[in-house]
């Protein structure tokens, strides 16, 4: 397994990466609160700013390709996240959980989706150095993903009969109310499980999925773990924050998960062919970053053309979704009132 940092580079990184998490929740977040627009827009372009100059470190201290390699995979990266935040819409509605919380449920599925992320880069990467065919089993599963997401087959599931969920169930009991920002909390001399406790435990299952996907296709860019790891932490780190952003919004996008799937067939096709066609670092971020734009140009342009305002998601839980247009419902006022107070 072969990188171009040194040990203290890594060790670096990571006492960074907890530093800035511990700020978060410890200072900036010590008490639980509703996350409005202005907040999380302010917090997105923070973390979009330490990830670029982190970016431009990458670039300085171990050359333009590895620059290249590492803004690619963080375009990659933050892309299909984008598309992950549906996910998390879903759990969040699924299990009621109160807006007041939800930063706290994020950021503990956040720190999760770092140790999982980290455990499967180190894995791929040990496979990779050890049986070089293993590039092309990654390929063939984004085709396969790519051809899916293209054709709308994905899979939907209910997030309340997760795997993960129910083994939680099995193996202790479940409160049935919330419990303020209490995971656990004791009743009748035991232990309880409290709803907030199971919805993280859904989002984490649900990032798991999502991880078979997505780190492959950084491999597709490098196969140095450094790069892939640091550009996969950078990219979901301000997920939180992108989440309460567009929360309310997301739906305008309709059109992005054609374009991931795109991107999931380019690099893809990129892998299996790794042996044959060699594509630069500059080209693969050029094809990713035009697939991406034009599907959000295309998204926000048909939307414009139809006249109609994209369906709006629920914060609330109390909406699994929203039709839109003739047939679109009126929100009752507490749900107008909530999504206000989101955007503001």
Same mark, same amino acid.
């Given at each position: 397994m072969?990188?171009?940092?040194?040990?203290?580079?890594?060790? %670096? =990184?990571? &006492?960074? +990466?907890?530093?800035? @998490?511990?700020l978060d929740l410890g200072v900036f977040h010590r008490r639980s609160h509703v996350v409005g627009f202005r907040e999380s827009m302010t917090w997105s372009v923070i973390w979009i700013l330490l990830s670029? %100059? =982190?970016? &431009?470190? +990458?670039?300085?201290? @171990?050359g333009p390709v590895k620059g290249l390699e590492y803004a690619t995979g963080y375009v990659l990266e933050k892309a299909l996240s984008i598309d992950n935040l549906f996910i998390m819409l879903v759990v969040l509605q %699924? =299990?009621?959980v109160p807006e007041e919380q939800r930063h706290r449920v994020l950021f503990w599925g956040v720190l999760g989706a770092l140790v999982l992320r980290a455990v499967f880069i180190f894995l791929g990467a040990a496979l990779i150095a050890?049986?070089?065919?293993?590039?092309?089993?990654f390929g063939a599963l984004l085709l396969v993903t790519g051809v899916r997401m293209l054709r709308g087959s994905e899979s939907k599931s209910d997030p309340k009969q997760g795997l993960l969920v129910r083994a939680l169930r099995r193996v202790m009991p479940v409160s049935d109310v919330f419990h303020g920002a209490a995971f656990f909390v004791r009743q009748a001399g035991r232990w309880v499980a409290t709803p907030l406790l199971v919805a993280l435990v859904a989002i984490e299952g649900a990032d798991l999925v999502f991880a078979v996907d997505s780190i492959p296709a950084v491999f597709a860019v490098t196969t140095d773990p450094f790069i892939v790891f640091t550009s996969n932490v950078m990219a979901i780190l301000g997920l939180r924050s992108l989440f309460f952003a567009l929360a309310g919004a997301l739906e305008r996008f309709h059109l992005l998960k054609y374009g991931l799937g795109g991107v999931l067939l380019f690099v893809g096709a990129k892998m299996v062919l790794v042996d044959l066609v060699h594509v630069p670092a500059a080209v693969s971020l050029l094809v990713i970053g035009g697939i991406l734009a034009a599907a959000v140009l295309a998204s926000l342009w048909t939307r414009r053309g139809d006249g109609m305002e994209p369906p709006v998601a629920s914060t609330t839980g109390d909406h699994e979704r929203l039709p839109v247009g003739p047939e679109a419902e009126v929100l009752p006022q507490e749900d107008r009132r909530r999504l206000q107070a989101l955007r503001e």
């Open positions: 072969e990188t171009i940092a040194s040990p203290a580079a890594w060790a %670096a =990184f990571v &006492v960074g +990466v907890l530093g800035m @998490l511990a670029t %100059a =982190f970016g &431009v470190l +990458v670039w300085r201290w @171990l %699924a =299990f009621r050890q049986f070089h065919w293993v590039l092309y089993g």
